[in-house]
């Protein structure tokens, strides 16, 4: 598995607060499956990280494109980075 790093701005807060709960049954889902291990808004709540660890660029996008908040025009400006990591977290 490779690792990404996806991080996003909200573009539109009610949107956000409308949607949120299906965002996370979504991130959920997928941090059970093991694609999402680590997720969060930033403290100054103007956007969010995810740290995905998936087999590809591909399916990286495919996370993406399936999330409830790019559906729904929550999310903006997306960039999405392989990260190699050096230092893995402890087990």
């Not at 093991?34 to 995905?52: I, K, M, N």
Request: without cysteine; charged residues 25%.
């Amino acid at each position: 598995m490779t690792y990404y790093l996806l991080e996003y701005r909200y573009a539109d807060p009610e949107a956000r607060a409308r949607v949120r709960p299906e965002h996370l049954a979504y991130m959920g889902s997928l941090h059970e499956a093991g694609a999402v291990v680590l997720a969060g808004p930033t403290a100054d709540s103007r956007g969010a990280v995810v740290v995905l660890d998936v087999a590809d660029e591909s399916a990286a996008r495919e996370v993406l494109a399936a999330d409830p908040y790019t559906r729904e025009g929550v999310s903006a400006d997306a960039t999405l980075r392989e990260w190699n990591v050096v230092i893995p977290a402890p087990e």
